[in-house]
C-alpha cells in the first residue's frame, strides 16, 4: 500500500480546502462588500447581498476545520523528519483554530445587527463596521501564530527528501515575513502606507499554495 502518497494527497486536499476557502472568505467577500472608508456603503452592500456575506462566514468555518484536520495528517506525513519539529509545528498551529472561531463572533453580530433592517435605515453601520475591524485585528492575533506554525512546517518540507525543497524556502521566507507583517501592522499606524507591505507575504503565500497543490497532485514518495 501506498500509505506515504495516500496521506500525502489526504493532506494536500485538506491544506487545498483551506487555501480556497480562504481566499473566499477573506479575500473575494470583501472585496465585494466592504467599503472600509464607507460604513453606510459597507451596511448597504451586506444588507443587499446578505447570501454572500452568510457564505463567507460558512467558508472560513469550512477553512479552519480543514485545518484542524490538517495538522494530525501533516504530523503523521513529517514526524520521520524530525519528531521535535513537527510536535512545535502543530504546537503552533493549534492555537489559531480556537482564535478565528471566537472572531466570527463580529460576523455573527453583524448578522444579528442586520436582521430586519431595510435599505435605507443607518443607524448601525458604524456599529457593523466596528466589528467588521475587530474581526481584522483578531485575524492579527491569528497571523501571529500562523506565522510561528510555517518555520517548522517548512523545515520538514526542506528535510523531507520527498517534498521539492524550494517550497520548505519558501515557507520559512515566508513565516518570517508572515510574523514581521504582524509586528508592522500592530506597531506602525501607517504600516499600509509603505509600499513593502504589499509584498511581506508573497513568499508564504506561494510556499502554501505550491505545498497545497504539489501534495494533492504529485503527493509524496514512499518511505523506504
Known amino acids: 500500500m501506498n500509505t506515504n502518497k495516500s496521506t500525502a494527497r489526504l493532506a494536500g486536499f ?25 460604513p453606510q456603503q459597507t451596511l448597504d452592500n451586506i444588507v443587499a447581498s446578505e ?3 452568510r457564505l463567507g462566514i460558512v467558508s472560513e468555518s469550512i477553512s479552519f476545520t480543514a485545518f484542524l484536520l490538517l495538522l494530525p495528517v501533516l504530523y ?4 520521520t523528519v524530525n519528531k521535535s519539529f513537527a510536535v512545535a509545528m502543530v504546537t503552533l498551529a493549534l492555537p489559531t483554530v480556537p482564535i478565528f472561531f471566537s472572531i466570527l463572533l463580529n460576523k ?9 433592517v431595510g435599505e435605507g435605515t443607518w443607524p448601525i453601520a458604524e456599529q457593523v463596521m466596528f466589528y467588521l475591524r475587530q474581526f481584522n485585528k483578531g485575524n492579527l492575533i491569528g497571523q ?6 510555517l518555520f517548522p ?7 523531507s527528501g520527498f517534498l521539492p ?12 515575513g ?3 507583517d504582524f509586528l508592522g501592522r500592530v506597531a506602525l499606524p501607517d504600516y499600509s502606507d509603505y509600499l513593502i507591505s504589499n509584498y511581506m507575504t508573497i513568499p508564504a503565500s506561494i510556499g502554501e499554495i505550491g505545498t497545497c497543490l504539489w501534495l494533492a497532485i504529485m503527493g509524496a514518495k514512499e518511505k523506504t
Open 165 to 176: 525543497k524550494i517550497l520548505g524556502l519558501f515557507l520559512m521566507v515566508g513565516s518570517v
Open 76 to 79: 503523521k506525513l513529517l514526524h
Open 51 to 53: 447570501r454572500l456575506f
Open 144 to 149: 501571529n501564530f500562523w506565522a510561528l506554525w
Open 108 to 116: 455573527f453580530a453583524v448578522l444579528s445587527l442586520i436582521d430586519g
Open 178 to 180: 508572515y510574523y514581521l
Open 14 to 38: 485538506l491544506y487545498l480546502t483551506v487555501v480556497l476557502c480562504g481566499i473566499f472568505s477573506l479575500l473575494y467577500v470583501p472585496s465585494q462588500l466592504f467599503v472600509w472608508d464607507n
Open 153 to 159: 512546517f517548512g523545515y520538514l518540507v526542506f528535510k
